[in-house]
């Protein structure tokens, strides 16, 4: 059975970090681009930051660039997001994503999975 758990938020004040954890069960880790996502209430999901399988590569979102920073461990099966100099803009629940692409032509193989999410509240 798959599953994603993350792990790590909290409130904290503006300016202050936390650092996201989130441990898959049940994949391939080390095949899976893995991506943190976050929503505030009546608020559509958005990217926050992504880290390829392939080579690592990165990619935020504006917002977030300079501040965040997103690293997989595939020996341990988990993918973090440090996050720096938090804003109240930041809050929200964060989830993350495990994909896993399909080959050219065979698009019933793509996998996608998600976590439960975690809350992040950045408040003085």
């Known amino acids: 059975q798959v599953q994603l758990v993350e792990s790590g938020g909290g409130l904290v004040q503006p300016g202050g970090s936390l650092r996201l954890s989130c441990t898959t069960y049940g994949i391939t880790f080390s095949g899976y681009d893995m991506t943190w996502f976050r929503q505030t209430s009546g608020e559509e999901r958005e990217l926050v930051a992504g880290i390829t399988a392939a080579d690592e590569t990165t990619n935020y979102a504006d917002s977030v660039k300079g501040r965040f920073t997103v690293s997989r461990d595939n020996a341990r099966d988990t993918v973090y997001l440090q996050m720096d100099n938090l804003k109240p803009s930041d809050t929200g629940t964060y989830y993350c994503?495990?994909?896993?692409?399909?080959?050219?032509?065979?698009?019933?193989?793509?996998?996608?999975?998600w976590g439960p999410g975690t809350q992040v509240t950045v408040s003085s």
């Open positions: 994503n495990a994909v896993l692409e399909a080959p050219a032509g065979w698009p019933h193989l793509r996998s996608d999975y």
